[in-house]
């Protein structure tokens, strides 16, 4: 039987206070299925996508199990590590972990490459509770001597399957080896491919599986529709689509860092306040950009796909994939940017002729098929034949 509150999974007072002050009522499904299993100190692997609740789902329990007994924390001995494959995802599971955790009196910290060391140093040197890190900085600091893994007594590995796409799947064994032998671990992937499930077979011990269906995402929530137009006019099609102010805060999939520049710097000169956020931009370009489309200065943030899962931001109305993805799963994740938090949400497709056999990827992993787009908001829609 599920429990349809967070008291009834067990959460402690100053975590249910946290999640009062967030409008946190009811537990989304993952939540609910691994909250009581991690508290009772169970290994666990997580699929689930984005936009499931799974952050709330491993740091809940984490802070409380942490805080069971308080524990003062060694200089540059983390308690727990919790990997995450980009900058714009650790930063943003750090800055949950301060919110639910603010009434615990634990120390977290996020590093990431692409930034000063001094700051990361000094932090690490204080001593923490929780440290979020990208595998790449994490393990030039363990280099450095300014960091050891041999108290970290949980262990959590976020989007495995991201790691594995990344090229990061070395480093993370390399770090894992460094953990003490006696640990709690968890792994979440949105996807299980085989070089995933080894690595969970490596990391976990008689795992408890928690799998969440990533069809309500695609379906329930998201209107769905392609575009069936020559890449020469999708530049065309995307301004008419922005003459329609129902399009309030929109992000654009590129497949390319190059393609995703010249998107901004065209809508820019078509009077459209937008920025391009992709790996080539250093962190402080890339977190202002964040910061503008989060707080409305953008209406519209152009993405690769690295970007698209570090990307937690509600009310985007819709999600348009410029340029079709060439892996299915990463259409999941593209439009799971929108139809948030219950929220319904709008994705479309431009899909040049060359670009078929990916739609038709798309179609078979989401077991339904695009609806084919018309005129929309009276703009001109070119269609290719």
Request: hydrophobic share 45%; proline share 6%.
């Amino acid at each position: 039987m599920t429990a349809n509150t967070f008291v009834e999974l067990g959460i402690a007072e100053p975590l249910l206070r946290a999640l009062h002050a967030e409008n946190y009522v009811q537990p989304t499904p993952i939540q609910a299925r691994s909250i009581p299993l991690l508290l009772a100190g169970k290994d666990m692997l997580g699929i689930a996508q984005t936009g499931t609740g799974k952050t709330a789902a491993f740091a809940l329990p984490l802070l409380q199990r942490l805080a069971e007994p308080r524990v003062q924390p060694a200089p540059r001995s983390p308690r727990s590590l919790i990997l995450a494959p980009t900058r714009e995802l650790a930063i943003q599971i750090g800055d949950d972990i301060k919110r639910y955790g603010r009434f615990m009196g634990l120390r977290s910290a996020v590093i990431f490459g692409g930034v000063g060391y001094k700051p990361q140093i000094d932090a690490l040197a204080r001593g923490m509770d929780i440290l979020v890190a990208t595998p790449g900085r994490l393990i030039d600091l363990i280099g450095q001597n300014q960091v050891r893994l041999d108290r970290v007594s949980c262990f959590v590995l976020d989007e495995a399957d991201r790691m594995l796409d990344m090229g990061f799947i070395r480093d993370v064994r390399r770090i894992a080896a460094l953990l003490p032998k006696e640990r709690q671990s968890l792994l979440f992937s949105a996807t299980m491919p085989n070089d995933v499930a080894k690595l969970a077979a490596a990391l976990l011990r008689a795992p408890e599986r928690v799998e969440i269906a990533p069809v309500k995402l695609t379906v329930d929530l998201i209107d769905q529709q392609v575009y069936f137009v020559e890449t020469a006019r999708k530049r065309e099609l995307l301004n008419g689509l922005l003459g329609d102010p129902a399009f309030s805060r929109i992000i654009v999939f590129t497949r390319t860092k190059r393609g995703a520049n010249r998107v901004a710097e065209q809508l820019g000169k078509s009077g459209v306040r937008a920025d391009a956020i992709h790996g080539n931009k250093s962190q402080s370009a890339r977190q202002r950009a964040l910061a503008a489309f989060r707080s409305g200065h953008l209406r519209v943030l152009v993405a690769t796909d690295v970007a698209a899962r570090g990307i937690d931001i509600d009310d985007v109305s819709h999600v348009i994939n410029y340029d079709m993805p060439n892996v299915p799963e990463s259409y999941v994740h593209r439009i799971g940017r929108t139809g948030r938090a219950g929220a319904r949400g709008v994705a479309l497709s431009f899909c040049d002729p060359s670009e078929r056999a990916w739609l038709r990827d798309i179609e078979r992993l989401t077991k339904r098929p695009l609806a084919v787009a018309n005129h929309r908001g009276g703009a001109r829609v070119p269609v290719a034949a």
